[in-house]
Each structure stands twice: as C-alpha cells, then as structure tokens.
C-alpha cells in the first residue's frame, strides 16, 4: 500500500514539464522588449501595454510598417457617411469668380476731338426685292433692306441694277437698324438701311456725307462696322449697346422746332446696337434708380470697329479707334416732355381713326 502512494503523486508533474516546453519555444521571440511586452499580454489581459512601450517607440513602429493600411481604413469610413457627402458637395460648388478686370488703354490712342455719333458698315449679301421690299440674306440668314428718304435714289438704283444684271450678289453700304420691344426677355429684331452699293460694272453710289463717302469702302471689310457712341445698358435689352443718337446741327434744330410732337420725337430717336465687348476699357454705363442724378455717373463715349456675326445676330468688338471719352459729342435727344407730348398726339390720333 505504501508502494503505490508515490506512482499517483507522479501524475500532476508532468504538466508543469509541458510547460516548460512552451518556455523554451517563446524563448527566440524575448530578444526584443516589443516581443516580451507583447507575449506575457496575450497570456495576462490585465497588463497595460502603454507603460511598457514609450510613445517614440510606437510612432516609429508604425512609420516602419507600411503594410497597415491605416490611412484608407480611416478614411472610408467618413465618406460614406451623409453628413460628409454634404460637405464634399458644398466643396465641388463651381466658385463663383469676379469679371475680369478691364483692358489697358493704349497710351497710343489719340482723343478725337472733332467725333460724331455714328454706325455704317459693310455687308456682302444675296440682294432680293419681293412686293416692294428688300431683303439681303448674309450666312443663310435673310435680314430686311430698309431706306431712309434721303437715300431714296440708292435704294431706286439697287432695284434697276437688280432688274438689268443678274448679278444680286452685292456689297452694301448700310447703317445697322435695331428694333428693341418693352418685354426684356423678347429678342431685338435687326434689319440695315441701305445707303450705297457696290459690284463689278457698277460703281459706289456716293449718298453719305462726303467726308467718309470716298473711303468707307476701303476702309472696312466685309461685315465690318464703325460703331460711336455711347456705351452703356437700356432696359429693354440685356446686352450692353452702342447708342447712337443724331448727332447736332442748326439746321436740325430749326426742323424740330417747327416740326409736330410725333415728328420730332421720331426724327430724335436715337439707336442701339447690341455690342459684344469683353474686358472692356471702361464698363458700360447702368442706370439704378435707387441713387441720386448727382450719383448716377455718365455714360462714356467710344469710337470702335466692330464686326457683325449674324449667328448670334449682334456685333462684337474689334479694335479701338480713339480714346473713350467722358466728353460726348452734342446730339439732339427727346426729352420726356417730348415724348408725352408725342404720345398724347399719337393716342388721340387713334381715337379720331376710331370713330
């Protein structure tokens, strides 16, 4: 019986041999004190990590792993979640940017002193008549042929040269006539009212002043413009124009004295061509009705060439010819009192057709 007692005490030894089997295994991984920390914390939850590694060490311990795909990992996250979609929206807004600043006069430019309100060009089109009408179609578009009465005989001529050649293919002396409505959203209309012609047999019709009749037509080029006036908005049109308004003479003033209300206000109606004019020189002038007159500034006055683009039907700018000017020329220009008067007379006339 005794004998027997020391086998059964045997049994329970030989577990601490195992593990001092596993002791020797984990032996290579103590060289390091990372390995050390980290091998009695998987056996001992309870033991704190930080202590036992210093935060150089750890930073330098990640900076030598690049394996970890620790910035990605944080990273999708956040995107998916609502509230950083929003904010990456409100970053890929398109940024609002200010106009760009106004071009550089040339120093060059010489001031003119002796400009007048004007707008001719020149126009390579299909001339047609129908039912006593002209029309000149440039680019596929057809456009309408006007006369005023003191071109009468160019506009007589265009039709017998039409009738005896069969040449219609023209190159027209025009001013440019816009016809604005009081909707702002409705599209101008734009016709040009014929002051000389050109051909092959046929030679320029001489019916401008005499000072720009012998070189308009050599010095513009086809669908090209010599636009002066004032540079600014009206209300009813959405591009900044080109005013032009008549320019003064006592002669005139003697006609408009003694002409009706509804003449005179007609005869002073000034025009306005839609212009195209980017990093211009000096804005175009806009009315607010919330200053003052004192406040409101001026128009400025310009001389340019600017070309016709019947694509888009409006002029664009091409080349400055003197220096703007805050000085416009004097010009004849209805007054509100004018155009009540006008109005009244107008209205009134309707009432006579009326009845």
Known sequence: MAAKKPQKQQK??????????????????????????????????????????PAEA?????????????V???ALPSVE????IAETKKILKPIKRSPSPPAEIDPSLPENP???????????????????????????????????????????ALKIHLKKTAQSQLRLIVYPKVMH?????????????????????????????????STIDQQLQDREFKLSGLWQF???????????????????LTYIKEAPPEQKVNFMKASHIPLLWRNAPVRPFRFNPKLDKEQQGQASFVEIKATFLPDK???????????????????????????????????????????
């Open 181 to 213: 409505f009081p909707k702002r959203e409705q599209p101008y209309l734009i016709g040009f009212q014929l002051v000389g012609f050109t051909s092959v047999n046929v030679t320029p019709i001489q019916s401008i002043t005499p000072s720009d009749s």
């Open 234 to 252: 009206i209300p009813v049109c959405q591009t900044p124009c080109i005013t032009i308004q008549k320019n003064f003479s006592d002669s005139r």
């Open 58 to 70: 750890s930073v330098s311990a990640e900076a030598s792993v690049p394996a970890e795909p620790s």
């Open 313 to 355: 039907d409006v002029f664009e700018f091409s080349s400055l010819r003197s220096r703007p000017s805050n000085m416009p020329p004097r010009s004849l220009k209805a007054g509100k009192k004018d155009k009540a008067q006008a109005l009244q007379a107008k209205n009134q006339r309707k009432q006579e057709l009326g009845s």
């Open 81 to 84: 979640t609502p509230t950083s």
């Open 114 to 156: 002796d400009a007048i309100f004007q707008a001719v060009g020149i126009l390579v089109g299909e001339v047609a008549f129908s039912d006593k009408k002209a029309s000149v179609t440039i680019a596929d578009k057809q456009y309408p042929l006007f006369y005023a009465s003191s071109h009468k005989k160019s506009f007589e």
């Open 12 to 53: 329970p030894q030989s577990a601490p041999a195992t593990t001092k089997l596993n002791l020797i295994a984990l032996k290579p991984l103590s060289k390091t004190p990372e390995t050390q920390t980290s091998s009695p914390a998987s056996v001992e939850p309870p033991v704190p990590i930080e202590p036992s590694v």
């Open 72 to 74: 990605p990992v944080e």
